[in-house]
């Protein structure tokens, strides 16, 4: 209950005067897929959902490398404020001891992300949801000679009502 409040405290402390939109609909359920990063395969599954009256967009996400030890699996809580002007805020939990402050926009089945830690950039992302609303696509982006390129890429499948 405490890491709730701290989340939902960092959460309002961003965004007491903006107002939040409730366009994020389109992405709640489960997902899962396959993707890699560096060229290592792994399988994703994700979920999104309202979430305290439907201001948030809650995530739960987490990814299990086929190749075991290479690289760390991770898991990963976040919450996402969709703004007006198609302005994303928000935070994230993972399971590597990172709290990340997130910031973006939103805009045609598209979100861009930016994810900083302690004020630094330390990554990108993007979600591209397919127009039929069945395909959700996350690319991430690290910094690699002084720029941020493509490090990985999942595509997720939406799983039926009821199936995890």
Known sequence: MKRLAIIVSLLLAGTAAAKTTHEHGRVHGEWSGRGDTVG???TACAKFSPYMNDVY?????SMRY??????PNQTTESFYTLLDG???EGVSLDSLSNVLQLNGT???HRMNVTWLKNGNTVGKAEWRLSEDGNTL???RFGQMG???KEIGEV???RLPAGKT
């Open 57 to 61: 967009l809650h995530l739960d996400y």
């Open 66 to 71: 086929d190749k075991a030890g290479e690289l």
């Open 146 to 148: 002084g720029e941020f």
């Open 137 to 139: 696509t996350f690319v």
């Open 86 to 88: 198609g302005r994303v």
């Open 40 to 42: 290592q395969p792994f």
């Open 106 to 108: 939103y805009a045609d």
């Open 155 to 157: 595509k997720m499948n």
